[in-house]
């Protein structure tokens, strides 16, 4: 099985400053001969219509533009980035949180062989027969993040994979965009907490190819250097204050951590996101969040 590691000329050097490391992936298909036009799509599974739409008509102007489609397999918002690329004849990498074998989710064999058969591949850091276990989809989100020079989210709750791909992006200096949609909808209250966190609106094909990160001149060089972790709150508004204080080493979900606080749920919920985008707290599996290992308080 053919894989693509650091010794590869175009591997991004973003791999090696995600944490864990990329050290290698294993490939099925083609792979582009450069992620410099990377434009990463993601968003819920249970994306309206309407979404689903949006993203395939997206991903097919931009494929058109020549840019390189990346997203994760998954039904949803997934898919439809995927299946639009492959309508423009585009190049698009599918990047799983499982082996090849047997493919996951297990409808979307024939989208996968499309995909290879039409220039594009799969990527995984597993194994053939590791099942897609929770912690893994996480795992897997950072790849998308580091193979991409744009990420956009088009819809996406609170909380989501989506918005864990969007904060690894903005730790490696990656542009970070979102689709607004309505506010009365669940699945769009993370999309929109990503706008209200100062992440670039995408509302076309035409604003992410605005995108300096495109244009060939690389915003993502040299490491990040976070300064020492001593908890010192002070500099915090109150309610981000409270918030971290509440947080430890033990993942606690928003809920939890509005009826420790006595915020209301939504006020926690708006909070996190900003903090997640900061990089001061990191998502856990369960929806729930801690204090990041490496931040920058």
């Not at 027969?129 to 819809?155: C, K």
């Not at 995408?202 to 990040?224: E, K, Q, Y």
């Amino acid at each position: 099985m053919p894989t693509f590691s650091p010794a590869d000329p175009s591997f991004p050097e973003a791999c090696a400053r995600v944490t864990p490391p990329i050290d290698f992936l294993r490939v099925r298909g083609t792979l582009p001969g450069s992620f410099a036009r990377a434009v990463a799509l993601v968003g819920t599974r249970s994306a309206d219509e309407e979404a689903l739409g949006f993203t395939r008509r997206l991903a097919a102007e931009l494929a058109e533009a020549g840019c390189v489609i990346v997203s994760g397999g998954a039904r949803g918002i997934d898919a439809a980035a995927h299946r639009g690329a492959l309508d423009a004849g585009g190049v698009t990498v599918a990047v799983l949180a499982s082996g090849f074998a047997p493919p996951y989710p297990r409808g979307h064999g024939a989208l996968f062989d499309a995909i290879v058969e039409r220039g594009g591949a799969l990527v995984s850091e597993l194994p053939d027969g590791t099942p897609p276990l929770r912690g893994r989809f996480l795992a897997r989100n950072r790849v998308i993040a580091a193979l991409s020079r744009v990420v956009v989210v088009i819809q996406a709750p609170i909380p989501s994979g989506a918005l864990n791909t969007a904060a690894t992006a903005r730790k490696l200096k990656i542009p970070v965009m979102s689709v607004p949609s309505a506010p009365w909808d669940v699945r769009s209250s993370g999309t929109l907490a990503l706008i209200a966190g100062g992440a670039l609106v995408c509302t076309s094909a035409r604003d992410v190819l605005s995108v300096p990160a495109l244009s060939g001149r690389d915003v993502t060089d040299g490491p990040t250097t976070p300064s020492e972790n001593i908890c010192d709150f002070s500099g915090f508004d109150p309610v981000a204050r409270q918030i971290l204080q509440d947080l430890g080493s033990r993942p606690r979900h928003p809920d939890e951590i509005a009826d420790r606080t006595g915020l209301s749920a939504r006020e926690v919920q708006q909070v996190v996101i900003r903090l997640l985008l900061e990089g001061l707290v990191e998502a856990r599996p369960g929806g729930r969040f801690r204090l990041s290992r490496s931040p920058s308080y």
